[in-house]
């Protein structure tokens, strides 16, 4: 089937099979590789891209379902003269991440969570993060980056 | 000043944070271009006999370009001549699996011993149609009775090797059975405590892509060591130089992917065998029955001592569970023995171990390797004697440490301490945690009838780091005419920040800015020579390398500089806060790294070490877990968890404090949520991470975490190991926390992990009492 969706700013329109999921569609078709899969149940989060600005697990998404829509992944993350995303740069100063895999899952997620919730406690990050699985940081750092990034962006400066 | 000790962020961040890392699936080189897909087909049952594979009807789907069996592996090498091990007659205590009847073959040929087992393998254009093809291929077993547990293993009625006359496949330690020890002690405690199975879980699972091209075998592997991948790839019957293997960015290991299994084998033997590139990815079901697992041990203790708290024996017998097949023989249960009275001064102790075969995914090395089992063990019943004797943990652990006097002390098991400081950790982590106020609050909350009840968990650890420090690590440094400096490192990172760290080491030494210093691992086109990462042995031996590298690069550039500016060596100085030389007294003239490396031959100044230790390390430490318990429901709030760790001088904070970070969730998801099962019939339960219970940030607290530094002598950075300390600290504290929290009512004992289901039976049981 033919489906038409904007990536990371681009527009693209391929043909797939009917059962292709998001994340095979953003890896194999859209050659975008940061966006990795850890369970194919939904359970890790490590694909987690946005969709139409709202996080969503990529290995349980349709491309179909995404037809007509606008999806970001890491890649699209920081603005176009390279300048890292609040949450990107936080994850790079508190040490938010270690082999990198689960990360861009993480980021997304993280970016999602503080469009809806600007200055969450580290108990509403910790409870927002449950469907996201780190096995290298004890999420420690983690959470430190996403309140770290609240504040970034709230105060208008990064560090 | 010295950049070594200060939080430099890591060099690795920027890629992994901004296009993503390139793991084997995110491989675009151009030979892997066309590579088809491997799904493996793997065995549906735990214990039975193969009649037949029949691949007609998956040949015929599309996208099929070949289905490969046992039968097509006829270019395959005899396997070498292992050593049939008689489980009276143990083989040496590496790290090796088991051959002769214990063997392990590539596919399994006509039995399979583990649900996950790898049957045959589909090659196909796309990944989709590898698992639509896979359905179709038609295996015929004949079911076995299943043997799903250690305790089934040993009872013996179904053999997996019915060759060797028995599941007992090694035996060692010593002699266990004089109960003499125990003479004239006040209190013994004796019980079965389960160290139970659990998933290492990297979240990149295992992945292998390979191209047969021109002779040569390039096979690009999720692995911890590229260089020991490339010595067990030589089984598709190659010899090393024909064969290159490359660790790309790499999700995460755990122990878990040290070298390559059969799966990886196959992959690079499916490439040379069809002449096509191959690659392979796994998925997590897959991960969770086919790569190796962990712990698997079952432990009976008895430990006895006066009313005052003065331990005097200890017998621990350990049964370790290999799973399907042994992967490491006796090592996991021999270092378990090993560290068997970890921090304690014990006048009696008696250890020894006996592996069996079980139909289960085989175990490996996870996070400790044997170290955590012993330290859950020590320090559990440790507690449960304290509580006996109606004394406080702390009590007891003070009576019967080590003394910083004392060493170096060689344990009755064997250990050969080097030095350590055991009260002083534990005072450190009671006064920061507020020990007595945890303590006070705990009481009045059981006095007020309160059903949510604290308990404080303690746990003193030693573990051994670097055990096979004789192998040691190789490193060359390089600098370059433009003045940059390149580091091929033997050690492999996947994770920990080893870029980051060694660029510092060279930094350090040389003054060359860490832009400019790049550090290159796994790949053994490049560097042939390496061990890799495992035991908690990078810094101290990779990055040891690095350092006495470092310092003979800086030794040849004396001379050349000292060539270049016509003087004496001794009046030549390298100055590494400005990265120039100089010559004492006369701050004008000065020449720049690149203009000495390119006086140098070839315009570059070289040095390679391998850098080798004499004997392990011995990091220690202490963490203190607290709980909260609902006496009602059973479940387990992990409220604070505070370490202090000591493993010698800190190089970089923020990764030292990553490890550990880590390192105690890892543990704390031991002690209270992860668990691999199997049915009675051998069928895995938790082979989803729908099932199987990853710990999440929302059941962990934040860590607070304290540092001591005791150098040790063994290497020139007076480093050890830190990446266990977690596991090994961390099981046992929140462990015993959640006992502390229900001792009071009479619960002793309760096995990890501590469920809710668990902890709620054994309030009910003791209540009951």
Known sequence: ?159 | MSILGTRVIRTEDPRLLTSGGVYVDDLREPDLAGAVRATFVRSTIAHALITGIDASAALEAPGVVAVLTVADMTDLPAPPPAPEPSPDDPPSEGPVPLGGVWAEPLLAVDRVRYVGEPVAIVLTDSTYQGEDAAELVSVDYEPLPAVPSIEAALAGDTLLNPDAGTNVCVKGGGDISDDSIFDGCEIIVEGDIVNQRVAALPMEGRATAAVWKDGKLTVWTSTQNAQLSRLILTAVGLPPDAIRVVAPDVGGGFGAKIGVDREQILIAWAAKHTGRAVRWVETRNENLMGMTQGRAQLHHIKLGGDREGHIKAYRLDVVQDSGGYSRMGGFLPMLTNLMAPGVYDIPAVQAAYKAVVTNGTPIAAYRGAGRPEAAATIERVVDWYAAEAGLDPVTVRKLNFIQPEQFPFVTKTGAPYDTGDYEAALDKVLEAAGYDQLRAEQKRRIEAGETKLLGLGLASYVEITAADGAAGETAKVEVHDDGTATVYTGSSAHGQGHHTAYAMIVTQELGIPMEKVEVIHGDTDLIPDGVGTYASRSLQLGGSAVHNAAIEVKDEASKKAAELFEAAEADVELDTDAGVWRIKGDPDKSLSWSQVATAADGGLIVANVRFTADRPTFPFGSQLSVVEVDVETGKVTLLRHVTADDAGPVLNPLLFEGQRHGGIAQGAAQALVEEILYDADGNPLTATLMDYGAITAAELPSFELLTSETPTTVNPLGVKGIGEAGTIGATPAVHNAVIDAVKHLGVRHIDMPTTPERVWTAIQKASAQ
């Open chain 1, 1 to 159: 089937m033919k489906v038409e969706l904007t990536v990371n700013g681009k527009d693209m329109t391929a043909d797939v099979e009917d059962r292709t999921l998001l994340v095979h569609f953003l890896r194999d078709v859209a050659d975008l590789t940061a966006t990795n899969i850890g369970c194919d149940t939904t359970s890790c989060g490590a694909c987690t891209v946005l969709l139409d600005g709202e996080s969503v697990k990529s290995c349980t998404v349709l491309a179909a379902q995404a037809d007509g829509r606008a999806v970001t992944t890491l890649e699209g993350l920081a603005g176009d003269d390279g300048t890292m995303h609040p949450v990107q740069q936080a994850f790079h100063e508190e040490h938010g991440l270690q082999c990198g895999y689960c990360t861009p899952g993480m980021v997304m997620a993280i970016a999602s969570l503080l469009k809806e919730n600007p200055s969450p406690t580290e108990a509403q990050v910790r409870q927002g993060l449950e469907g996201n699985i780190c096995r290298c940081t004890g999420y420690h750092n983690i959470v430190k980056a996403a309140l770290a990034a609240a504040e970034s962006s709230n105060t208008g400066a990064s560090k």
